[in-house]
Nanobody, 115 residues
Framework: QVQLVESGGGLVQAGGSLRLSCAAS????????MGWYRQSSGQQRELVAV???????EYADSVKGRFTISRDNTKKTAYLQMNSLKVEDTAVYYC?????????WGKGNLVTVSA
């Protein structure tokens, strides 16, 4: 069984930075993809950033140039560096991992950006 443990959320002022982490545990030899989705109040969950095999990354247009996703495969951990945060980035951020064809989700981490 794979578990995802997230950390790093919190409250920050607009223009500030936060870094989210997502560590996978379990019997894992490779992770096809790791990334984050977010869901704000009354909205659908949306892709923020994903890191796929061979170093390919994908970002939502709204975060390009501000957020950076990275992975440490030896630690089975992904990171999301969020800079120049905006009020509209406020949401619960969920880590997602694709392992051996199965999707796993973290419990979510609240990020609140104040004006």
């Amino acid at each position: 069984q794979v578990q995802l443990v997230e950390s790093g959320g919190g409250l920050v002022q607009a223009g500030g930075s936060l870094r989210l982490s997502c560590a996978a545990s379990g019997t894992i030899f490779s992770i096809a993809a790791m990334g984050w989705y977010r869901q704000s109040s009354g909205q659908q969950r949306e892709l923020v950033a994903v890191s796929r095999s061979l170093g390919r990354t994908e970002y939502a247009d709204s975060v390009k140039g501000r957020f950076t996703i990275s992975r440490d495969n030896t630690k089975k951990t992904a990171y999301l560096q969020m800079n120049s945060l905006k009020v509209e980035d406020t949401a619960v951020y969920y880590c997602r991992a694709l392992v051996y064809g199965t999707t796993y989700w973290g419990k979510g981490n609240l990020v609140t950006v104040s004006a």
